[in-house]
């Protein structure tokens, strides 16, 4: 935390922003008509002699001058926690690293931003309970071309995050207790077995902005939307359709195109798949909902993903809601890619389904315990299919009589106890979790994104008087309410070769075919100078798989 407790005061032309609670810019005026991207490389004191203000101990205090809107309603001032989701906000990342980097006097491209962001991170602390990869430690690396004891740039927590500390600790300790307890671990210790993924429901709950009854952990995520679409899929000769995106995860299109088959209908009449239009990446919400009422008669469920595991695109949750509520839809969500990485409020928002894993953004390992809610809205109407032991009620589930006294809502699709190793590593991660909030986290990934953002169209825009410069397209959409933490770009080189340099030079990411490569800086571990390191290890990527690309154009034309 920075010691400095101040405000920022600009005209409108140059809009004030700020970010870390407790910490904030100096004062300044900025009279009207002076860009702040003007005056970047000035030092402190001479920003202040030209805005006819004196400078003293670091701090920058307005005289009295008659600039026209001194004094008046026009000049904002906004403190460093102002920074929401909203759309009409000024608040932008941009904004604020410009600030930032005004007041270090530097470049918003200088690493000097970067420490200083990383040093006023009231999170920081957190990336101390994750285990960092080396870069040595990475298949990958060619450590002629890095330091090996380094420790990796890590952007790869959207496929999977990195381990917890705690998880070692907390595998060691149910070993042991197996080791020396056997059966009697099943009701006895921190962690009894039979009820170990309720003794971390409290966090998980708070994640996804639900009810204690309407959320529980177990199985896979395929599984469950399995489990949920058996129950909220009941086609009918009206309503028989499923609606989602075109480019839904493979396990999300492929579980609607079997329940589709289960009950006998035809997949290419009853599979309602939304394309962006033509030449865009991702879709427009009025499209969606402009779908959703034309065909929302003949639709019986709608699924989406909270936020698009290809493009990034976080959509708009509340909305699709409401729209395919009122048409008469069940409307359920994969929030595989948004659950810890997105702020949720499924209860408020009146979702009636969703579903996640917990082994990206919840760092709970590859593999882990998933999650699945349903609206308590639903706890009487809806019923499990499919119905296992660990959904009969636990007051009377060892009585053994064979007569179902099944639990309400979510809890009633539960088929079996809990596997307790994986309790342990999603307990770990949701312990970390449990150390902040969502909002908290949320500021920092609008900001830590945005610096990624900005920094890869200060240096790999498209510059169409210079066709011979690679450059770098962000496929993620721009605006902060549209998107978590993944950028998803594409390379006007031969992404593969992109991939395979950056990958060589200790850089964790994932390329997705036809042409996407995923970056998500995670709030949780990133630091901004990670963010920094990423781009110019990207630089020396781009220029090897340039130099290749044009030695290969030579050798094709001897």
Request: charged share 25%; glycine share 8%.
């Amino acid at each position: 935390m920075c010691a400095e407790q101040s405000s920022v005061l600009l005209s409108d032309t140059s809009l004030p922003c700020s970010y870390f609670s407790g910490c904030g810019n100096p004062s300044v005026f900025l009279p009207e008509g002076l860009p702040g991207h003007l005056i970047l490389g000035q030092s402190l004191e001479a920003r202040a002699r030209d805005c006819g203000c004196f400078f003293m101990q670091r701090r920058v205090f307005a005289q009295e001058f008659h600039h026209p809107l001194a004094g008046t309603a026009a000049n904002r001032r906004v403190q460093l926690n102002d920074l929401k989701m909203d759309p009409s906000s000024p608040v932008l990342p941009a904004t604020i690293l410009e600030q930032t980097a005004l007041r270090l006097g530097c470049s918003p491209t200088d690493e000097k931003l970067a420490f200083r962001l990383d040093q006023e991170d009231e999170l920081k602390h957190l990336r101390e309970c994750f285990c960092i990869p080396k870069v040595k430690d990475l298949p990958p690396t060619d450590l002629s071309l890095v330091d090996g004891e380094e420790s990796c740039v890590y952007f790869a927590g959207n496929s999977l995050g990195l381990q917890p500390r705690k998880v070692k600790t907390y595998l060691d300790e149910e070993l042991d207790k197996w080791a020396r307890t056997g059966v009697h671990g099943h009701f006895n210790g921190e962690r009894p077995w039979a009820l170990a993924d309720e003794c971390i429901l409290d966090l998980m709950t708070e994640l996804v902005g639900a009810k204690r009854h309407e959320v529980a952990l177990m199985n896979g995520l395929t599984v469950n939307l399995h489990l949920q679409m058996l129950s909220f899929f009941k086609p009918t000769p009206r309503r028989y359709k499923i609606l989602l995106e075109a480019r839904a995860f493979p396990s999300d299109h492929y579980a609607v195109e079997s329940q589709l088959r289960l009950h006998g209908l035809d997949v290419e009449k009853c599979m309602l798949m939304i394309k962006p239009r033509e030449g865009e990446e991702t879709l427009r919400i009025e499209d969606i909902l402009a779908v959703i009422e034309k065909e929302g008669d003949s639709i019986a469920v709608i699924l989406f993903s909270g936020v698009q595991y290809y493009t990034g695109q976080l959509f708009d949750i509340p909305r699709i809601t409401k729209t395919g509520q009122e048409k008469g839809c069940f409307v359920g969500f994969d929030l595989a890619h948004a659950v810890g990485n997105v702020e949720l409020h499924l209860h408020d928002w009146g979702v009636d389904f969703a579903c996640w894993c917990s082994y990206k953004y919840l760092n709970s390992g590859a593999g882990g315990l998933a999650g699945a809610y349903i609206h308590e809205k639903h706890s009487q109407s809806i019923k499990p299919v499919l119905i296992g032991w660990w959904g009969h009620e636990f007051k009377t589930r060892f009585l053994m009589e064979n007569k179902l006294q099944l639990s309400e809502g979510i809890n009633g699709f539960r088929l079996s106890n809990p596997p307790i190793l994986l309790v342990c590593a999603l307990q770990a991660s949701l312990e970390v979790f449990g150390q902040t909030t969502m909002k908290a986290l949320r500021r920092k990934s609008v900001l830590l994104t945005g610096y990624l953002e900005y920094l890869i169209k200060h240096y790999y825009n498209e510059d169409k008087t210079n066709p011979e410069k690679p450059f770098v397209k962000i496929i993620t959409p721009s605006r902060i309410e549209e998107r978590g933490c993944q950028l998803t770009l594409s390379f006007s080189l031969p992404i593969k070769s992109v991939f395979k340099e950056l990958e060589k030079r200790g850089v964790a990411c994932d390329m997705r075919e036809p042409n996407a490569l995923r970056v998500a800086p995670v709030p949780l571990y990133n630091s901004f100078h990670d963010v920094h390191r990423f781009i110019e290890i990207l630089g020396s990527a781009i220029t090897s798989s340039k130099q290749a690309a044009n030695n290969t154009a030579l050798s094709g034309s001897y």
